[in-house]
């Protein structure tokens, strides 16, 4: 798989689909449910024998089942209680339920203790039929009351990854854009843009499922014909340094106030040490100072963004009380970047 940017699907082998008696027991009948063959090339590329493969959305334990057939531990976490109950069947008839913690409840939310260090995520998030009925915020992704919503916490669940995931470890999100009736959301698009505020992209594969004459499903709101792998990992961003001091440079003699923090101005101090991967600058939370150095970093080809969202000038500074920082990135043409990260609240 190494060599192709795309994977065709087009069998799945009964010996480990999901039994139909489980499948049966699901209220969903297990239609959000992935295949093996789906994850194996990913748990093999991107994890050693030995390594902790970790699924936020373990839904039916694909995911868990797949890293155990390969010789890893598995861990996953799922909000539905009846799954968890699922997986801890379908494991133990592969007699390879040993090696293998099930955590239940919402990801975002486990606490250290709960969740060790694992080496990968490898996950396909909650997307099939969707609901967004308008209910108060669920910890349940599928029932978030919004699209808006629903990307909020995947942001949550992601971040959550992030810190427990090795320095050097793939996150692999898998993932599709959903088509309601004549209009088509891009959550695949959205989540890699909410992957690239926490980790480092390093490519996307496109999974192929090439079944013919089935009907899209209305409540499904998706068919699965395709999906991509977004594949990100955890890594320091590797930042043209000169560049970035020359930048601060500039905003200093232009009058622009700013203190400059952490590892930037370290490296400024002892530039044999650990390269950093962002310049910190703290300013004061002033919104006209605020909306001129956005404007200036606007004026010379920064993309500006607040987690991972575009930031529209003028500043509405209301808006972003409580989100802490602003990103500015610049990227040349040989892919060297500049990134300043403008904090502005404690
Ligand atoms: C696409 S399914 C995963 C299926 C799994 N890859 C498999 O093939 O067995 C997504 C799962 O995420 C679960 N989920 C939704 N929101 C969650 C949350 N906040 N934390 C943990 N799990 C969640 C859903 O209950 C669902 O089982």
Known sequence: ??????????????RYRLPDDLRARDPMGGRDCGWI?????????FSQPGDTVFDPFAGFGTTLLAARLEGRLASGCEVDADRIGLIRERLARHDLAQGTTLLHGSCDALDDAALPPFDLCLANVPYFGCGWTGA?????????????????????????VRAGLREGGACIAMVQNIRLSDRVLPLAFDLARILGSLFVMEEERVLIYPHEGEETNADA????????????????????????????????????????????????QDPQGTPPADADIRVDADPQRLNALLQHLRDQGFALTSWGDPVDLPLHFDSYRNRYYFRADRIDSKGALIRLDICYEQ
């Open 221 to 268: 709101r998706t068919d699965r014909r395709h999906e991509y792998a977004l594949v990100f990992r955890k890594q320091r961003e590797r930042i043209d340094l000169q560049a970035t001091a020359a930048l601060l440079e500039t905003l200093r003699t232009q009058g622009h106030a700013f203190t400059l923090l952490g590892s930037f101005a370290r490296w400024l």
């Open 37 to 45: 063959e789906q994850m194996l090339p990913f748990v093999r590329q």
């Open 1 to 14: 798989m190494a060599s192709h940017s795309w994977l065709m699907l087009d069998h799945e082998s009964p």
């Open 136 to 160: 108060p915020a669920a910890s349940q992704l599928y029932d978030s009351q919004s699209y808006a919503q629903h990307l909020d916490g995947l942001r949550n669940v992601f971040y959550r």
